[in-house]
Nanobody
Framework: QVKLVESGGGLVQAGGSLRLSCAASGLTSNPYAMGWYRQVPGKQRELVAVVTSSGSPYYGTSVKGRSTISRDDAKNTVYLQMNSLKPEDTAVYSC??????????????????????WGQGTQVTVSS
């Protein structure tokens, strides 16, 4: 069973930076796509960024230009560097991986239904 453990969340002032990490265990092979979603209570879950095994990233519009996603397959870890943080970035950030046979990115676009493994999430709070 795949287990994803996030770290790196916390409280930061607007304009600051955070680097989230997600370590995966229980993998039988490297996922094709790994990434991050975020959710605020009462709002729809939002994709933040995903990255494929070839290193191709996809960013949600709300973080594009301010964030960088990367992965280290030797460590089964995916990272999210977030800069110029805004109060509206406050959310629980969850790590995801896609499942075998269901690529999480097709023709450069994410496929939500393929992200089958989820972490517990890490809280990011940006103060104004």
């Amino acid at each position: 069973q795949v287990k994803l453990v996030e770290s790196g969340g916390g409280l930061v002032q607007a304009g600051g930076s955070l680097r989230l990490s997600c370590a995966a265990s229980g993998l039988t092979s490297n996922p094709y796509a790994m990434g991050w979603y975020r959710q605020v209570p009462g709002k729809q879950r939002e994709l933040v960024a995903v990255v494929t095994s070839s290193g191709s990233p996809y960013y949600g519009t709300s973080v594009k230009g301010r964030s960088t996603i990367s992965r280290d397959d030797a460590k089964n870890t995916v990272y999210l560097q977030m800069n110029s943080l805004k109060p509206e970035d406050t959310a629980v950030y969850s790590c995801v991986t896609d499942r075998i046979g269901c690529p999480g990115v097709v023709r450069g676009l994410p496929v939500d239904r393929c992200f089958a493994s989820w972490g517990q999430g890490t809280q990011v709070t940006v103060s104004s």
